[in-house]
Nanobody, 128 residues
Framework: QVQLVESGGGLVQAGGSLRLSCPASGRTLSNYAMGWFRQPPGKERQCVAANSRTGGSAWYADSVKGRFTITRDNAKNTVYLQMNSVKPEDAAVYYC?????????????????????WGQGTQVTVSS
């Protein structure tokens, strides 16, 4: 199993930047496709960014395209979400997730059901 622990959330002003980190333990992330999801209060959890196992393919929700970037550092066994030009509507609990992708290095997964492992979430609050 892989354990994920998000960090880096907090209060940010609209227009500012934040970087979320998701270090993993138990398994090497180079065998996993990764995703970042968010869940505002009273709404469903949705994918905002996803990364293939090799890191060569990425997907972004239209609402964050051009502002958020998902990256991974396999040496540190960590996935990041760089959030720039943050908007009030970006406020949510953010989760990172991992799914084994031994046979498909380029597939990107965006559905919650595709992921087997989840972190506990980190709160992002945006002040306008």
């Amino acid at each position: 199993q892989v354990q994920l622990v998000e960090s880096g959330g907090g209060l940010v002003q609209a227009g500012g930047s934040l970087r979320l980190s998701c270090p993993a333990s138990g398994r090497t992330l180079s065998n996993y496709a990764m995703g970042w999801f968010r869940q505002p209060p009273g709404k469903e959890r949705q994918c905002v960014a996803a990364n293939s196992r090799t890191g060569g393919s990425a997907w972004y929700a239209d609402s964050v395209k051009g502002r958020f970037t998902i990256t991974r550092d396999n040496a540190k066994n960590t996935v990041y979400l760089q959030m720039n030009s943050v908007k009030p509507e970006d406020a949510a609990v953010y989760y990172c997730a991992a799914t084994p992708a031994y046979y498909s290095g380029s597939t990107v997964y965006t559905g919650t059901r595709s992921y087997d492992y989840w972190g506990q979430g980190t709160q992002v609050t945006v002040s306008s």
